[in-house]
Structure formats: C-alpha cells, structure tokens
C-alpha cells in the first residue's frame, strides 16, 4: 500500500462547480502538507501548503488537513477551464531537508478536466 | 519572476551511456531537490542538497550521482542507463532546506533507447 492514496479521475465537472480533490495517508508522522498543479508536460506548481490540522484558504483555493483521519482536501471555487490539470498532493514529516524527511511523499495526482 | 531552470529539456540516450542533467535553482535559493517521474507516475524523490552538502537521500541508484556546485546550481549525472531510466527529471529549489516551499523546473525528458 502507498503512503499517499489519491484517486486519479478524471474528474469531469462543469465550469463554476465547487472540486473536491482528496488524499488519504498512512503514515502519521507527516505534518507538513502540500498541494501541487501539474499541466501536461510542465513542472508541479505549488498551489498551497499548511501545516497540521485545520484550513488554509487563498483566492479560490481551500486547504483542509484532517490529520486524525489521515485525510486532506483541496476545494477550488468558481472553478474555471484554466484549473484543468492535474493536482498532486504532497506531504512531509519533517520541517528540514536533512531530517530525514526524504523529500516529499506524493500522491498520484488527479487528473481534472473544467468543462465550459 | 525567475523560475528554476532545467537543461536539457530532452536528453535521448543509448543503453549504458552517461548523461547529465542540470539544475539552475531559482536566484537566492539554496536548496536543491531532484525527483524522477515516471509515465502516469508520481514524482519519486532522489537526493537533495542544502547549501552545498547532501542533507538527504531517497530511491536514487547507485549509477546515479549528484552534487551543488558554489554557485547553488546541481548537476545529476546517470551512468549504465537503462531502459527503464526513461522519465522527466525534475529539479526543485527552495530557501534555508525548507521541505514545505519546494519550486519546481520544468523538468529534463530522458528517453533510453
């Protein structure tokens, strides 16, 4: 079983629905989590990171981290045709490079198609 | 804004040639990532560096090395390639070793054939 569980779609929903992109975890010991964009052919994106349990909102985006169900969600308001892409997320248990952190662990990304 | 700069873009080699990819970090950033992504996979973790010294080390082979230079760029390099060394090869930077800030390149195309 994969640290990091993501359901890879696609998800197909029309232009201006409210996403729900999910991750579940295994490992207790990441704090640290992160959302990534990825369009084809093109390099991850940071979209948002937050640090334990709780919500973090920036623009359209939502963060939430539910860490006694090992559970996180981004939502994406008012989505748009641009948002289609394909979303990772990304988690940690440490804060350092060096803390034997080895790198983010990444789910496999869902693939989200916007429909106009 | 600068962005983290990878080269090549595509790299296509020969079974058990050499190749060398290349990380040029966004400026002031002194942290370096690299993660191998597979066809329909996620990114898998390397190696990383942290103001010139390795801080940490994941799935990288023993055929691949990697090191940062005084200048904060990085260099991978793979030897014996093999088929299964086709990927995109990401480059990430970020600020004072920081795991949660991670600002990724464009990435380098490796195709073995």
């Known amino acids: 079983q994969k640290e990091v569980e993501q359901d890879p779609g696609p998800l197909s929903v029309p232009e201006g629905a409210i996403v729900s992109l999910n991750c579940t975890y295994s490992?207790?010991?990441?704090?640290?989590f992160m959302w990534y964009r990825q369009y084809s052919r093109k390099g991850p994106e940071l979209l948002m990171y937050t640090y334990s349990s709780g919500n973090k909102e920036d623009g359209r985006f939502t963060a939430q981290v539910d860490k006694s169900s090992k559970y996180i969600s981004l939502f994406i308001r008012d989505s748009q045709p641009s948002d289609s892409a394909t979303y990772l997320c990304a988690m940690s248990a440490a804060i350092y490079s060096g803390g034997g952190a080895d790198g983010l662990t990444f789910g496999k990304g869902t693939h989200l198609i916007i429909q106009p | 804004a600068a962005g983290v700069i990878q080269s090549p873009r595509h790299l296509i080699k020969e079974k058990r040639e050499t190749a060398t990819l290349k990380c040029y970090p966004i400026p002031r950033h002194d942290t370096v990532y690299w993660y191998q992504q597979g066809p329909g996979q996620d990114p898998q973790f390397l190696i990383s560096f942290y103001e010139k010294m390795q801080s940490d080390k994941g799935s990288i082979p023993d055929r691949f090395s990697a090191q940062q230079f005084s200048d904060y760029h990085s260099e991978l390099n793979m030897s014996s390639l093999e088929l299964g060394d086709s990927a995109l090869y990401f480059c990430a930077s970020g600020i004072g070793g920081l795991i949660y800030e991670q600002y990724f390149g464009p990435g380098t195309r490796l195709t073995v054939t």
């Open positions: 490992n207790s010991a990441f704090q640290y």
